[in-house]
Each structure stands twice: as structure tokens, then as C-alpha cells.
């Protein structure tokens, strides 16, 4: 089954970056797309970052345009979030999302805090 594992998180200080992974199983990783996505109590999942199947269409948040960097390694079934200038606002727990044959399948989260 499909299967997606978020890792990466942490406690850093404003201004400083982390690099979130998801490693997907269960289904063929170059076929999909790939996203992002974040979530604070009480909020909605918020849309973050979306990568194509190819690696080469790739969207982003306001939010994120300019600080996040959405890439893959299909050889390791692997989605990356680079973020950079973290601020307080960015944390939250973030998912990793994928659609398979019309099903939407999200990982348990990694948390971020940032926090001085």
C-alpha cells in the first residue's frame, strides 16, 4: 500500500533553514506528482509546494515563492522541501501529499517550530 514518511523537522531560530524528506513506497515514485503541504491547530492543511512528475513544473505558496525549494530523487523515492528564512509563521506540522488513482494519501508529518 501507499505508503509516505515525513523527516527533517525540528526547533531552529528565525532566519535559519531545515530540509524536510518524505520517502514514498507502495507505488511508482516517478510517476507522480508530489506536494507539500502544512497545517497549524485549528487552521486548514495549507497548500505549500508541488513538484511534476518530470521534476521540471513546479509550484509554489506565496508563502513559499522565494524561501522554499520543492525538488525529488526518484532514484530514492524522495521528495525534498528545502526552506530557507524560516520565520515564526512557518511553523507548523508538514505533510507530504500524493494522489494515486484518484486517492489523496498524506504521511503522519514532521513538526517545525521556529521559534527565538
Known amino acids: 500500500q501507499v505508503q509516505l514518511v515525513e523527516s527533517g523537522g525540528g526547533l531552529v531560530q528565525p532566519g535559519e533553514s531545515l530540509r524536510l524528506s518524505c520517502k514514498a513506497s507502495?507505488?511508482?515514485?516517478?510517476?507522480?506528482?508530489m506536494s507539500w503541504y502544512r497545517q497549524v491547530p485549528g487552521k486548514e492543511r495549507e497548500f505549500i509546494a508541488r513538484?511534476?512528475?518530470?521534476?521540471?513544473?513546479?509550484d509554489y505558496s506565496d508563502s513559499a515563492k522565494g524561501r522554499f525549494t520543492v525538488s525529488r530523487d526518484d532514484a530514492r523515492s524522495t521528495v525534498h522541501l528545502q526552506m530557507n528564512s524560516l520565520d515564526v509563521k512557518d511553523t507548523a506540522t508538514y505533510y507530504c501529499?500524493?494522489?494515486?488513482?484518484?486517492?489523496?494519501?498524506w504521511g503522519r508529518g514532521t513538526q517545525v517550530t521556529v521559534s527565538s
Open positions: 501529499n500524493v494522489r494515486v488513482m484518484r486517492n489523496d494519501y
Open positions: 507502495g507505488y511508482t515514485f516517478a510517476d507522480y506528482g
Open positions: 513538484i511534476s512528475p518530470t521534476g521540471l513544473g513546479k
